[in-house]
């Protein structure tokens, strides 16, 4: 997979006003509270999702 994942919002401040960073690596810096971030993968949870009502997830 090669296209980078895009932020809707910044996890800080909320503002939808964001850019990809110029330092790369996955960056993106948002122009509300002129902070940079990445977004991060950390895995899969070898459980899966359960839902209250004790039913599977679909």
């Given at each position: 997979m090669s296209e980078r994942a895009?932020?809707?919002?910044?996890?800080?401040?909320?503002?939808?006003?964001?850019?990809?960073?110029e330092q790369g690596r996955g960056a993106w810096e948002?122009?509300?509270?002129?902070?940079?971030?990445?977004?991060?993968?950390?895995?899969?949870?070898t459980r899966g999702l359960q839902r209250p009502d004790g039913g599977e997830e679909t």
């Open positions: 895009a932020p809707f919002y910044c996890p800080y401040c909320g503002d939808e006003d964001l850019r990809p960073g948002c122009a509300g509270c002129n902070r940079a971030f990445t977004l991060t993968f950390l895995g899969l949870l």
